[in-house]
Nanobody, 122 residues
Framework: QVQLVESGGGLVQAGGSLRLSCAAS????????VAWFRQAPEKEREFIGR???????TYYGDSMKDRFTISKDNGNTVYLQMNSLKPEDTAVYYC????????????????WGQGTQVTVSS
């Protein structure tokens, strides 16, 4: 089992920055990658990007790479750096992990964090 815990959300003014953390614990070697998603009220969940657990390669969703950066420390924490935030970035942000590349392709993420709220004021 893997546990994912997000932190770092909060209220920020437009144009500001936030860094979210996703702390992984448990059987982390089973994770293929850690991905970040967000979901705004009454909108579908949106893929932000992912970082491979082994190797650290990163991949981003369309239009995400210019303001969002995913990184990982030498331990079990993945970060989402968000810059030049806009009110439309307001959402609950989640980290999630699949256990294989095949499950990633299917969109099957076995492990999810509880989410952290990010609110961007205009």
């Amino acid at each position: 089992q893997v546990q994912l815990v997000e932190s770092g959300g909060g209220l920020v003014q437009a144009g500001g920055s936030l860094r979210l953390s996703c702390a992984a614990s448990g059987f982390t070697v089973s994770m293929y990658c850690v991905a970040w998603f967000r979901q705004a009220p009454e909108k579908e969940r949106e893929f932000i990007g992912r970082i491979n657990w082994s190797g650290g390669n990163t991949y981003y969703g369309d239009s995400m790479k210019d303001r969002f950066t995913i990184s990982k420390d030498n331990g079990n924490t993945v970060y989402l750096q968000m810059n030049s935030l806009k009110p439309e970035d307001t959402a609950v942000y989640y980290c999630a992990a699949p256990t294989s590349y095949g499950k990633l392709l299917k969109g099957e993420f076995e492990y999810w964090g509880q989410g952290t709220q990010v609110t961007v004021s205009s």
